[in-house]
T-cell receptor, first 114, second 112 residues
Framework: DAGVTQSPTHLIKTRGQQVTLRCSPISGHKSVSWYQQVLGQGPQFIFQYYEKEERGRGNFPDRFSARQFPNYSSELNVNALLLGDSALYLC?????????????FGQGTRLTVV | AQTVTQSQPEMSVQEAETVTLSCTYDTSESDYYLFWYKQPPSRQMILVIRQEAYKQQNATENRFSVNFQKAAKSFSLKISDSQLGDAAMYFCAYRGAQKLVFGQGTRLTINP
């Protein structure tokens, strides 16, 4: 079975541009979460979606948005990119938002803003 | 807000020896889970071990075990018989309502 897949794997953008990152969860998983991992730090929660509805949002500006599609895949959009948005963006999928369900992570998208 | 603190930015151990990675957390929630994740250079987060807060018994997975001290809000990871493949960043994480909260990570080096 395929794990969590994220695309693209690497991306270089210019300040002020917009970017869309994509995530396909494990088959059967209905919950997708997004995390930002700045170099040298632990991942920070951005969004969680379950059954196409936003279930949680971290402390990120409105430039960050996301959505989940009927097939449970998800997109993370970042507008007006700043140099500080350079990071590894991780997607995690799970069966549900329940505490006892394991989260499986993709290999991430490395975003570099120049 | 929940916080997770890993006070050891780097640790090293001789191959086949035992190493313990420290983690403390802060929360007011009563129902939560704690995790240790491994992140090798491939970047993918891999679950190493998990502990349910309501269970007093410490979790064990082969060479990996935890020391969960709920009153002290401490959750350390012990790796026995360290192997070269254990070299990675290790993150302690807390899961409460909806999200995972990660510590800053500990870089583990295995010396042959």
């Amino acid at each position: 079975d395929a794990g969590v897949t994220q695309s693209p794997t690497h991306l270089i953008k210019t300040r002020g541009q917009q970017v869309t990152l994509r995530c396909s969860p494990i088959s059967g998983h209905k919950s997708v979460s997004w995390y930002q991992q700045v170099l040298g730090q632990g991942p920070q929660f951005i969004f969680q979606y379950y059954e196409k509805e936003e279930r949680g949002r971290g402390n990120f500006p409105d430039r960050f948005s996301a959505r989940q599609f009927p097939n449970y895949s998800s997109e993370l959009n970042v507008n007006a990119l700043l140099l500080g948005d350079s990071a590894l963006y991780l997607c995690a999928s799970s069966l549900s938002p329940r505490l006892d369900t394991e989260a499986f992570f993709g290999q991430g998208t490395r975003l570099t803003v120049v | 807000a929940q916080t997770v603190t890993q006070s050891q930015p780097e640790m090293s151990v001789q191959e086949a020896e035992t190493v313990t990675l420290s983690c403390t957390y802060d929360t007011s929630e009563s129902d939560y889970y704690l995790f240790w994740y491994k992140q090798p250079p491939s970047r993918q987060m891999i679950l190493v071990i998990r502990q349910e807060a309501y269970k007093q018994q410490n979790a064990t997975e082969n060479r990996f075990s935890v020391n969960f001290q709920k009153a002290a809000k401490s959750f350390s990871l012990k790796i026995s018989d360290s192997q070269l493949g254990d070299a990675a960043m290790y993150f302690c994480a807390y899961r409460g309502a909806q999200k995972l909260v990660f510590g800053q990570g500990t870089r583990l080096t295995i010396n042959p």
